[in-house]
């Protein structure tokens, strides 16, 4: 079917679809299917729809995509020289424009594909989990705009921290669930969609917000999201006449990496940097079980969770720990099992910074390029900085967010730390104390 009744672009142009092979979900060692019983009926639904709609482009389903993430995402998002930070570095520093895109962060890509998917499948309810609130307050306006009803499933803690994008999601309609369990973050949201996604599979999809979970997710969320590479790669060579030398974006789950480094992946000239949260140290506290940061892919171990096999931050019993960062969106335990199977064959590089240089980086960016980041974006930033002699002569950054739901955090977290670069926080002592 074409929601809302509209011709798609290849019923207009005559395409000829064919099916795709969704593969057997294993990234090397890593990927998946690790669900209770009463989850694959709902996943080997989800994969047929996979193979027909999103490879198989089946009546026309990538085109109507396309022409949504166009018309409604405002696609493409722009590659821009960062004029003062490549003369700051002396050397090209070109920013992938992904906070320009609607909802103001890449997660739009995935949503929308999503929630047009569910609606070819014929599902009536959308269920998702957010951290940060960026997914879900994208899978909000998706939803929105495609006439779907939506509860989105968040932390308390993360409810605390994300005000302004919780509000958004209720503004388009959709019901926020406080998940009290745990430390009232991603991993608990994640858990309890997926408890919801296995009592409701008839008529709900659960669209998840990164590139982690079971086989199809880890795949088909790479897909919607490697637009980002498609346009930078092609971008690249239109604008500068050849492709970077380093490609830098900041890994929470991974959706964000996937989708900047996917076409990529083949240009072996191309350094690909995951830039993880340090948090405020890389040390587990294993009496504690927590671990002061978000580095999987630097620090953490093969396990399980949330159905796939990946990199995780664990204690020596296999207990997953509990992760932090300065930023919600980065503040998960694991990360997408494509990801960890790129970094063991050595084809991505995985990099940290602390919140201390990720905050530096927010404010570098919003005072020399008048570009205020998210606070995961602001950890690409950080380690721009403290690396860019080592980069090549150019460098694509993704601007994965803009920083607009993070101010609160943003003014409470400068006032509290010695950023050398903040701006004068007197004035808000005031509000603070
Ligand atoms: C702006 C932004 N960047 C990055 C991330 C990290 O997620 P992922 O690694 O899946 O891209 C988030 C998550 O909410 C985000 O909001």
Redesign the pocket.
């Not at 917000?209 to 982690?212: A, F, K, L």
């Given at each position: 079917m074409s929601s809302e009744g509209e011709r798609s672009d290849a019923e207009t142009t005559g395409g000829d679809p064919g099916r795709g092979d969704a593969g057997d979900g294993k990234f090397g060692r890593y990927g998946g299917q690790y669900v209770p019983e009463a989850l694959m009926p709902a996943i080997g639904e989800l994969t047929d729809a996979y193979e027909r709609y999103v490879l198989g482009n089946e009546d026309g389903f990538m085109d109507e995509f396309r022409r949504r993430i166009r018309e409604f995402g405002g696609r493409p998002t722009p590659l821009q020289r960062a004029d003062r930070l490549s003369r700051r570095y002396d050397t090209e520093v070109y920013l992938k424009r992904?906070?320009l895109l609607h909802g103001?962060?890449?997660?739009l890509n995935n949503a929308l594909g999503q929630v047009l998917l569910a609606k070819y499948m014929g599902k009536e309810r959308i269920i998702a989990e957010?951290?940060?609130?960026?997914?879900g307050t994208a899978t909000a306006m998706a939803a929105a705009h495609l006439d779907m009803p939506c509860e989105v499933y968040m932390g308390e803690r993360d409810i605390n921290r994300q005000r302004p994008n919780v509000f958004r999601m209720k503004i388009n309609g959709s019901a926020v669930v406080p998940v009290t369990t745990g430390r009232g973050t991603?991993k608990e949201a994640i858990s309890e969609t997926m408890r919801d996604w296995a009592t409701n599979v008839e008529d709900t999809h659960y669209v998840i917000?990164?590139?982690?979970g079971p086989h199809p997710f880890p795949r088909m969320?790479r897909d919607f999201?490697s637009v980002i590479s498609e346009e930078a790669r092609r971008q690249s060579l239109e604008r500068i006449g050849r492709l970077p030398d380093s490609v830098i974006?900041?890994?929470?789950?991974?959706?964000?990496?996937?989708?900047t480094f996917h076409n990529f992946v083949d240009d072996g000239g191309v350094d690909l940097l995951a830039v993880e949260a340090g948090g405020s140290s890389l040390a587990v506290d294993e009496a504690e079980g927590v671990a002061p940061n978000s580095a999987s892919l630097s620090t953490g171990s093969e396990g399980v969770l949330h159905g796939a096999r990946t990199k995780l931050l664990q204690d020596g019993d296999g207990q997953i720990v509990e992760s932090h960062s300065v930023?919600?969106?980065?503040d998960?335990a694991g990360?997408?099992p494509e990801l960890a199977h790129l970094v063991d064959e050595g084809r991505v590089t995985p990099v940290n910074v602390d919140d201390d240089t990720a905050l530096e980086g927010f404010h570098r960016l919003s005072q020399e390029e008048g570009i205020i980041?998210?606070?995961?974006?602001a950890h690409a930033f950080g380690y721009l900085h403290e690396h860019h002699e080592e980069l090549g002569e150019v460098t694509v950054v993704n601007v994965?967010?803009?920083g607009d739901?993070d101010l609160d955090t943003a003014i409470e977290e400068t006032a509290q730390r010695d950023v050398p670069n903040a701006p004068d926080m007197s004035m808000f002592e005031g509000e603070l104390r």
């Open positions: 992904e906070d103001g962060a890449h997660k957010t951290g940060a609130g960026q997914h991603l917000g990164s590139v982690v969320v999201q974006a900041c890994a929470g789950g991974g959706s964000n990496t996937m989708g930023s919600s969106g980065l998960y990360v997408g980041p998210a606070l995961e974006t994965s967010g803009r739901k």
